[in-house]
């Protein structure tokens, strides 16, 4: 089996909580005997060398201006890391017919029309998997509504629906959608009846 995971970053000695989970992840499906590609953001780590079966490519991390996320239907995570490079990246990899696409995150979402369009086209299309971090819908609305300032507290909001948008794209494109949590899952499938949502613990 081959696959893509398209992912915010991937290190071989992650040191934050979501790289510790990619890692997880991304080192779980390699000891099924998979092969496979990792796209994320970032460079190369000096001395670091990838588990055997494992190709490490990384585009250049964005530099884009939160503020203009405002003027995007994208929610500004996913409008700041929107990278041509990467595109091309993908491209590259999917030239060799995976089995699986693994989107981790919601906000690599962006790639999702990209990605669509390359996918139809393909004979055999590979299945498409969204892995979660959180249910971001609900957690981006509790949190805007905890801002004390009026004008910030809209523009959360705001984020918080395009966020919500995005997500909803993502879980209905997926045909196998992860959560962390059986409560996250259940959320999802109320929202999305007939979806296969797994919990990964």
């Known amino acids: 089996m081959r696959f893509i995971y398209i992912a915010k970053e991937y290190q071989v000695t992650p040191d934050s909580g979501a790289g510790l989970y990619t890692h997880g992840l991304v080192s779980s499906l390699l000891q099924t005997g998979a092969e496979g590609t990792v796209i994320s953001y970032g460079a190369a ?51 060799r017919e995976p089995d699986i696409v693994v989107i981790d995150y919601f906000a690599m979402g962006w790639v999702l029309d ?32 905890s801002s004390p300032r009026f004008w910030m507290r809209w523009v959360m909001t705001l984020d918080a629906l395009k966020a919500g948008w995005l997500e909803d794209r993502l879980v209905a494109a997926a045909d196998v959608v992860t959560a962390i949590t059986d409560e996250d899952r259940d959320r999802y499938l ?3 009846p007939g979806k296969t949502v ?4």
């Open 198 to 201: 797994i919990t990964l613990k």
């Open 45 to 95: 780590e000096q001395g670091a060398g990838y588990p055997p079966g494992l190709e490490v490519l990384h585009a250049p991390s964005p530099r884009r201006p939160r503020v203009f996320s405002l003027l995007s239907t994208l929610q500004s995570d996913a409008w700041r890391m929107r990278s041509r490079t990467l595109l091309d990246l993908l491209d590259r990899a999917l030239s």
């Open 190 to 192: 109320a929202a999305s």
């Open 114 to 145: 990209h990605l669509e369009a390359k996918l139809a086209a393909m004979k055999t299309r590979p299945k498409l998997v969204h892995v979660t971090h959180n249910y971001e819908k609900e957690v981006r609305r509790t949190v805007a509504r």
